[in-house]
């Protein structure tokens, strides 16, 4: 099973413990692991929200199902209605959104999830750099951050309200087609 601890601790030993850079395919792989220790830990805790009471094997087949795409496109979403709630509590929903009944405002409604969701983007964003653009330029600071935003994702995603991380999951879960493995 992938551990989002270790993962997130192996970034962190990508940087080393000394000063000056690490080699740049350090700095790479470890801004990719820190994106990647949010990503198990949400599809760990949406599997377990789904079906808890089944056993490690057959969550993580329902872990493999969920894409980065669809979830940051939720992410992303949630993000929106937050701002939109924000700056007038009466706006109407997307259509999109709107289909799924009031999850969405409940996940909305939730500051530590709604950061944490921003930052699981953010780190996406950095982590696309990181593996694709090959003229990106890392510094051990932007892995420290990124370290610190993975983990700060986390606290914030486990500090939410039961409700609103039960919104998220829920929402997850009703969007998806099947839940074949990728």
């Known amino acids: 099973m992938i551990n989002p601890d270790g993962v997130l601790a192996h970034a962190r030993r990508l940087a080393g413990s000394g000063r000056g850079r690490p080699p740049d395919a350090d700095l790479r792989r470890a801004v990719s692991a820190a994106y990647y220790a949010v990503f198990h830990d949400v599809t760990d805790r949406a599997a377990r929200h789904l079906i808890g009471s089944s056993s490690d094997a057959e969550r993580n087949r329902i872990r493999r199902s969920w894409s980065h795409g669809e979830i940051v496109s939720l992410a992303n979403m949630v ?99 099947d839940f074949r493995e990728r």
């Open 79 to 177: 993000v929106a209605r937050a701002k939109t709630i924000a700056a007038n509590p009466a706006a109407p929903m997307t259509k999109e959104l709107s289909e799924w009944g009031p999850l969405g405002d409940i996940a909305a409604r939730d500051a530590d999830l709604v950061t944490a969701l921003r930052l699981f983007s953010e780190l996406q964003e950095q982590r696309h750099r990181a593996d694709y653009d090959h003229d990106a330029r890392f510094e051990k600071l932007t892995l420290l951050t990124a370290c610190q935003d993975a983990q700060r994702a986390r606290n914030l995603i486990a500090s939410a309200s039961a409700a609103s991380r039960e919104a998220l999951f829920t929402l997850l879960t009703v969007r998806r087609k």
